[in-house]
C-alpha cells in the first residue's frame, strides 16, 4: 500500500469517526464548511435571535442560497415577503451590486423596526437608496408597488403568513416581468403539502389554512403557463421543509386578461390614455438614463402632445398605424405605432419598410400577451425595423420573440441620454 493511499484510509476513518449524523449536525457541518457567514451575518443572526426571532429566520445555507440567487438572476430588484429580523434580507442586501433594491414588507412594527436595525448593520447609509423595510399587510403594499417605480422585481421570495402565498404569487405576477425568479419558502411544511392526512397536519403541526395555502400556490405554479416552477425538499436545522422555484415566462394566463382587452386603433377618445401609458413607460423604463427634470417636462407637455397626436391623426394622406389595448372599462392599457421608414438610410440597409416608433404596455399587462398584439396590429408580420436602448435587454427579449434581430448598427442618442445608445433591430422579410 503507498503511503498515500494510507493516508487516504487513515482520512477517511477520520472523517466516518466524526461523521454528522442528523440532519441539523449536517447544517452545522455545511455552515462550518462551505457557507461562509460573514461575522456581520451572524451578528444579524444573532441579534434576531435575541430580539425572539430566530425560529422563523432563514438558515446560513438558505440565506447563503439567497444570495447565490440574487447574483446568478443578476438582480438588481428583490422584493421580500415576510422581513421577520432581516436575517434573509441580509443575505440578499449583501449581494446586491450597490445600485440595487430590496424592498422587504413585515406586518409586525415591532419586527419591522428590529429588521431595520440589522439591515443598517449591513448598509448603514443605505436605507431607502439601497433598501427599504416597508410596514403593513403585505397584500395593501403590494398593491401599491404596482402604481411605484420599483417594479418589475427581478427576483421575489415570498416568506410570509403560509395561508396568503397563493394571493402573493398572484402579486409577484404583477410585480414582475418575463424573466424574473420567484422563489418561494417553505412549501413542504414536513410533508402537509401532499393532503391533510399526513401526520404533521393531523398533529397539528401545521395549520390547515397553511396546508391549504401551499397547495394551492403548488397548484398555481403548476397550472399557470406564466409560471415555470420546481419545488426542492430541504431537511437541516429548520426540519423537513422546502422550497419552490419559479421562472416568469411571459406567457398569457389562461382566461387570460389578454383576451379581455380589446386591441383596436387609437381614437380621439383614447389618444390622452395611450399617451399616459408612453409616458410612464418612458419613466420606469429610461429613468436611469436620460437627465434629470426630461421625463416631467415631458409630463408637464401631456395637453399639447394631445393636441399634437389628435392633429396628426386627422391629417389627411397619414400614414400612421395605431393601435390601442383597451379594457372593458374603457381603461388604456398599451399603445403601439409604426409608420413607414423614416430614414433613408435605414431603408436602403435594411430593407424593411414599416418602423417600429413606439410600444408600451402598462406594468400590470406586462407578460399577458397585449404587447404582442399591439405589435401584430401595427406591423403584422411584414418586415420591419426599430431603434431600441443597447441596455433595455427585456425589450429585445420581446422583439427577439417577434422574429426581430439586432442587425450591428448602433447609434448614440442625443446628449440629454449622457452618452446611452440605440440599436437597430429587424426583421426581414
Ligand atoms: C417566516 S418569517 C420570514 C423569515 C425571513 N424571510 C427570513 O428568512 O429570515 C415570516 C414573516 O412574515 C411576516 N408576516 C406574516 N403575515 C404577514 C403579512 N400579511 N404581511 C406582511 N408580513 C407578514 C411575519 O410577521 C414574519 O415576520
Given at each position: 500500500m503507498s503511503a498515500r493511499a494510507g493516508e487516504e484510509r487513515i482520512l477517511s476513518t477520520q472523517d466516518m469517526a466524526t461523521a454528522p449524523s442528523t440532519p441539523a449536525e449536517v447544517d452545522a457541518f455545511l455552515q462550518a464548511k462551505l457557507?461562509?457567514?460573514s461575522p456581520l451575518l451572524a451578528r444579524v443572526r444573532a441579534r434576531s435571535a435575541a430580539a425572539?426571532?430566530?425560529?422563523d429566520a432563514s438558515s446560513p445555507a438558505e440565506g447563503k442560497f439567497l444570495a447565490l440567487l440574487t447574483r446568478l438572476c443578476g438582480a438588481r430588484r428583490v422584493l421580500e415577503i415576510g422581513t421577520l429580523g432581516g436575517y434573509s434580507a441580509a443575505w440578499i442586501l449583501d449581494a446586491l451590486p450597490q445600485d440595487g433594491h430590496l424592498h422587504s414588507l413585515e406586518i409586525d412594527r415591532a419586527t419591522a423596526a428590529v429588521a431595520r436595525e440589522n439591515l443598517a448593520l449591513v448598509?448603514?447609509?443605505?436605507?431607502?437608496?439601497r433598501w427599504t423595510v416597508e410596514t403593513g399587510p403585505a397584500v395593501k403594499a403590494l398593491h401599491q408597488l404596482t402604481w411605484t417605480?420599483?417594479?418589475?422585481?427581478?427576483l421575489v421570495f415570498i416568506d410570509a403568513d403560509k395561508a396568503s402565498t397563493r394571493v402573493y404569487l398572484e402579486w409577484a405576477l404583477r410585480l414582475t416581468a418575463p424573466g424574473s425568479v420567484v422563489v418561494v419558502d417553505q412549501v413542504i411544511r414536513a410533508g402537509v403539502v401532499r393532503g391533510a392526512e399526513t401526520e404533521a397536519a393531523s398533529s397539528g403541526a401545521v395549520s390547515q389554512a397553511e396546508a391549504r395555502g401551499m397547495a394551492e400556490a403548488l397548484e398555481l405554479l403548476h397550472t399557470d403557463p406564466r409560471f415555470d416552477a420546481t419545488a426542492l425538499q430541504t431537511v437541516g436545522g429548520n426540519g423537513w421543509d422546502g422550497f419552490a422555484i419559479a421562472l416568469v415566462t411571459g406567457a398569457a394566463a389562461p382566461g387570460s386578461v389578454a383576451q379581455r382587452v380589446n386591441v383596436e386603433p387609437m381614437r380621439p377618445e383614447t389618444v390622452r390614455g395611450a399617451l399616459e401609458v408612453k409616458n410612464l413607460g418612458w419613466r420606469q423604463t429610461f429613468e436611469r438614463y436620460i437627465a434629470d427634470g426630461w421625463l416631467d417636462a415631458m409630463d408637464s407637455r401631456l395637453d399639447q402632445d394631445v393636441a399634437a397626436w389628435l392633429t396628426a391623426l386627422k391629417r389627411?394622406?397619414?400614414r400612421t398605424r395605431t393601435a390601442v389595448a383597451v379594457t372593458?372599462?374603457?381603461?388604456?392599457v398599451g399603445m403601439a405605432s409604426a409608420a413607414p421608414v423614416l430614414e433613408e438610410s435605414d431603408r436602403l440597409a435594411t430593407?424593411?419598410?414599416?418602423?417600429?416608433f413606439t410600444m408600451y404596455v402598462a406594468r400590470a399587462w406586462q407578460g399577458s400577451g397585449v404587447a404582442r398584439r399591439l405589435a401584430d396590429a401595427v406591423l403584422g408580420d411584414e418586415p420591419a425595423l426599430l431603434w431600441v436602448l443597447e441596455e433595455n435587454s427585456r425589450a429585445h427579449a420581446f422583439f427577439e420573440k417577434l422574429g426581430f434581430a439586432p442587425d450591428g448598427a448602433r447609434e448614440e442618442l442625443p446628449e440629454e441620454w449622457s452618452g446611452a445608445h440605440d440599436i437597430r433591430m429587424v426583421r426581414r422579410a
Open positions: 457557507v461562509d457567514e425572539g426571532l430566530g425560529a448598509d448603514p447609509e443605505g436605507e431607502g437608496a417605480r420599483q417594479a418589475p422585481f427581478d389627411p394622406g397619414n372593458e372599462d374603457g381603461e388604456v430593407g424593411a419598410k414599416w418602423e417600429l
